[in-house]
């Protein structure tokens, strides 16, 4: 069954049909398209086009549907896309009431409704990921707070910070990632049914009641606008793509810790794969697999920007794709959080290791130079002053703390014994890399 064969006198052609069919990827609408469904028909017989009995059985119907079928089986079966599998499922068990469903409603604003369902409910999954992980992290944060390391700027040692300094970078990305999530809800959570194709529709369904039924706060107002509005799918692929972005560096950052060369962190055997050649080998697999779907995630955004920048307005057949770019979106995402999340729980830190980097009293230079600083030396020559002893500490492959300061300035006649401790170095900043606790959101 086609819901538009009238008008053709040929079937299509195989390989369009394949094309075409959408049912493989908008099937998991099941659950959506029957709940607007029936909500649409309710709204049907409130203006008079349905009669009670009608409504009734049409109703049953859909809600019977829905325990007869899961999306998997609905994907076997041989129609164009959800919405026409409903409507011909529907024929077969009610009969002729069924064709009287689609009545001033189009496909248009039909699959609009069912997507805005879908993806409202998707954001709650999602926010509920991210909390989760957060909770990974200031846990880590929290256990870990006298744990040093040292900060890196270019990926050179910059100066020193506790373990939660560092979570809370992440959780902090996280958390604006959860803010952008919470605040696109409200662009999502609009009706746009009753919008038709494009132009509206004829008979004066309540649109309101039919919002209220659906848990949609406000309803459309443009019916050309309602029926190609997508950027409720371009904010989620965005969100997602900055998501994973961050998911990304902290990877990239776990990938580098990890190594033999530094040695900061053991990732458990959960998240990481042998080698088949070499027995010695663990690899980080987790991570990098979470840093290439960052990237991947990036094309999803892209590809899909670029197949809304041509439209005419309004309805085109090249929105059909923003489902698979949104489901591949959202099971990656998630995914990459989870694992993420697992990896963040189980890593073991190699403590000293960590400690004896962060005691590379270089990562105090800053330290001195604000020493002289306090004494009265303006800034800019304290640095210079300082560099200098940083440059012959180097040429003579000593410490900073190895070598005589007072070489450079008298002013260091009373340096404490243990300026340079790195937790001192900690101590004397304010902020976030002092911080003792994190709190919880
Ligand atoms: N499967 C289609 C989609 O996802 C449904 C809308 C079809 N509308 C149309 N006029 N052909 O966009």
């Not at 529907?90 to 805005?116: C, E, M, P, W, Y």
């Not at 489901?327 to 990896?343: E, G, I, P, Q």
Request: net charge negative; glycine share 6%.
């Amino acid at each position: 069954m086609k819901l538009w064969q009238g008008r053709f006198e040929e079937a299509g052609d195989p390989v369009f049909e394949k094309m075409n069919r959408s049912l493989g990827i908008d099937a998991v609408l099941l659950d959506e398209d029957i709940r607007a469904s029936r909500a649409h028909a309710r709204a049907l017989f409130g203006c008079g086009v349905l009669t009670e009995a009608e409504w009734q059985d049409i109703d049953r119907g859909l809600e019977q549907i829905l325990t007869e079928y899961t999306p998997e089986q609905v994907k076997a079966t041989p129609y164009e896309d959800i919405h026409t599998f409903v409507e011909a499922t529907l024929a077969q068990k009610i009969g002729q009431a069924a064709f009287k469903l689609h009545t001033g409603r189009s496909r248009n604003d039909q699959v609009a409704t069912d997507f805005r369902l879908f993806v409202r409910k998707a954001i709650s999954l999602v926010l509920a990921d991210l909390d989760a992980l957060d909770s990974a992290l200031t846990e880590s944060g929290n256990a870990n707070t006298d744990v040093l390391l040292p900060a890196y700027t270019h990926l050179r040692r910059a100066q020193p910070i506790r373990w939660s300094a560092y979570c809370a970078a992440f959780i902090e990305m996280f958390r604006r990632d959860r803010e952008r999530f919470e605040q696109s809800v409200g662009r999502v959570d609009v009706l746009p049914l009753g919008s038709g194709a494009v132009a509206g529709s004829n008979f004066p369904v309540d649109r309101e009641a039919i919002a209220r039924e659906l848990g949609f706060s406000r309803i459309s107002r443009s019916t050309v606008d309602a029926t190609c509005d997508r950027d409720f799918v371009i904010e989620f692929l965005s969100n997602a793509a900055i998501a994973m972005v961050h998911a990304s560096r902290l990877a990239e950052d776990w990938i580098i810790y990890s190594t033999e060369e530094f040695g900061f962190l053991e990732l458990s055997e959960k998240v990481t794969t042998g080698s088949s050649l070499m027995p010695q080998k663990k690899n980080p697999d987790g991570l990098e697999l979470i840093r290439a779907k960052a990237g991947v995630m990036t094309g999803l955004l892209t590809g899909f920007l670029v197949v809304m920048k041509g439209l005419p307005t309004a309805y085109d057949k090249d929105l059909q794709e923003d489902k698979e770019a949104f489901f591949s979106a959202f099971n990656t995402l998630r995914l990459a959080l989870s694992v993420l999340r697992l990896t963040v729980r189980t890593v073991v830190l190699n403590k000293e290791r960590m400690a004896a980097a962060a005691a590379d009293s270089f990562m105090g230079a800053t330290d001195l130079a604000d020493f002289l600083v306090v004494k009265g030396v303006p800034f800019r020559t304290a640095h210079e002053t300082v560099g200098r002893a940083v440059r012959d500490a180097i040429a003579n492959r000593q410490q900073l703390n190895e070598i005589d300061l007072m070489a450079y300035s008298p002013l260091f006649a009373d340096l404490p014994a243990d300026y340079l401790a790195p937790m001192n170095i900690v101590n004397r900043k304010g902020g976030a890399s002092s911080l003792h606790g994190l709190s919880s959101r």
